[in-house]
C-alpha cells in the first residue's frame, strides 16, 4: 500500500548546485540551490527567489557558474545555502571557499569545488522564479578525471539533497548501463 504526501517538491535525487556570481563591484559571492537540473541540451533551469544576492547579481552582469557540491565541503556549501550575502557580503571567505575568474563567462568558478557548469543567463522570470541558464562550458580539475580522461562520479563524490529527510546523501555505486542494459528486453 502507498502513504500520500501530497504535492511536495520530492524526487531523487536532487543535485545540490553551488551557484557563483559578481556582484557590481566584483566580488564574488555564492549560493546553495538544490531545485534545478537540465532543461535542454545547452541548458540548465534553476528555481531562484528575486531575492537573493546572486540572482540580482546573475541579472546585472548576464553570467554565473554551477558548481556540484562534494561530501569534502558539505559544511561550506550548506553555509552558502543558510547565510545570504544581502546580510553577510564575506560568506566566501568565512565558508572558506576561493575564487578564480571563468575565461569562459563573467562569474567566478570556486577552487575547492572540482567540477563546474558556466553559464551565459538566457532568462529569468521573478514570478515563476524561473532562471535559465546556457551552458557555454564544463570545466573539471583533472583530479576528478578517471583514466578514460572523463569525470569519474567516485573522485568528484557529488552529494544529493533528500528533500524528506533534509539531509544530504553521497551518491552509490554503479548499477547499470545506460542505453544498454535495456536492450536486453527489446525485441
Same mark, same amino acid.
Given at each position: 500500500?502507498?502513504?500520500?504526501?501530497? #504535492? %511536495?517538491?520530492?524526487?531523487?535525487?536532487?543535485? @545540490?548546485? !553551488? =551557484?557563483?556570481?559578481? /556582484? $557590481?563591484?566584483?566580488?564574488?559571492?555564492?549560493?546553495?540551490?538544490?531545485?534545478?537540473?537540465?532543461?535542454?541540451?545547452?541548458?540548465?533551469?534553476?528555481?531562484?527567489?528575486?531575492?537573493?544576492?546572486?540572482?540580482?547579481?546573475?541579472?546585472?552582469?548576464?553570467?554565473?557558474?554551477?558548481?556540484?557540491?562534494? #561530501? %569534502?565541503?558539505?559544511?561550506?556549501?550548506?553555509? @552558502?545555502? !543558510? =547565510?545570504?550575502?544581502? /546580510? $553577510?557580503?564575506?560568506?566566501?571567505?568565512?565558508?572558506?571557499?576561493?575564487?578564480?575568474?571563468?575565461?569562459?563567462?563573467?562569474?567566478?568558478?570556486?577552487?575547492?569545488?572540482?567540477?563546474?557548469?558556466?553559464?551565459?543567463?538566457?532568462?529569468?522570470?521573478?514570478?515563476?522564479?524561473?532562471?535559465?541558464?546556457?551552458?557555454?562550458?564544463?570545466?573539471?580539475?583533472?583530479? @576528478?578525471?578517471?583514466?578514460?580522461?572523463?569525470?569519474?562520479?567516485?573522485?568528484?563524490?557529488?552529494?544529493?539533497?533528500?528533500?524528506?529527510?533534509?539531509?544530504?546523501?553521497?551518491?552509490?555505486?554503479?548499477?547499470?548501463?545506460?542505453?544498454?542494459?535495456?536492450?536486453?528486453?527489446?525485441?
Amino acid at each position: 500500500m502507498r502513504k500520500n504526501f501530497g #504535492a %511536495k517538491p520530492y524526487t531523487y535525487p536532487q543535485p @545540490v548546485f !553551488i =551557484v557563483a556570481s559578481y /556582484d $557590481e563591484n566584483g566580488t564574488p559571492d555564492a549560493m546553495n540551490a538544490a531545485w534545478g537540473g537540465i532543461s535542454d541540451d545547452t541548458q540548465l533551469s534553476l528555481c531562484l527567489s528575486a531575492g537573493h544576492k546572486t540572482v540580482k547579481n546573475i541579472q546585472a552582469r548576464g553570467a554565473f557558474t554551477v558548481s556540484m557540491a562534494i #561530501a %569534502k565541503y558539505v559544511v561550506a556549501c550548506d553555509y @552558502v545555502g !543558510i =547565510v545570504s550575502a544581502n /546580510d $553577510e557580503p564575506d560568506k566566501l571567505k568565512i565558508a572558506g571557499f576561493h575564487t578564480v575568474k571563468s575565461e569562459f563567462v563573467d562569474a567566478p568558478l570556486l577552487e575547492e569545488l572540482p567540477m563546474a557548469l558556466e553559464c551565459k543567463l538566457v532568462s529569468y522570470d521573478p514570478v515563476s522564479c524561473r532562471l535559465v541558464g546556457e551552458i557555454v562550458n564544463v570545466s573539471a580539475d583533472e583530479s @576528478v578525471l578517471g583514466e578514460n580522461g572523463k569525470i569519474d562520479p567516485a573522485k568528484l563524490d557529488p552529494i544529493t539533497f533528500d528533500p524528506v529527510n533534509g539531509t544530504y546523501l553521497r551518491l552509490g555505486e554503479k548499477v547499470g548501463n545506460a542505453f544498454r542494459d535495456g536492450l536486453q528486453l527489446k525485441k
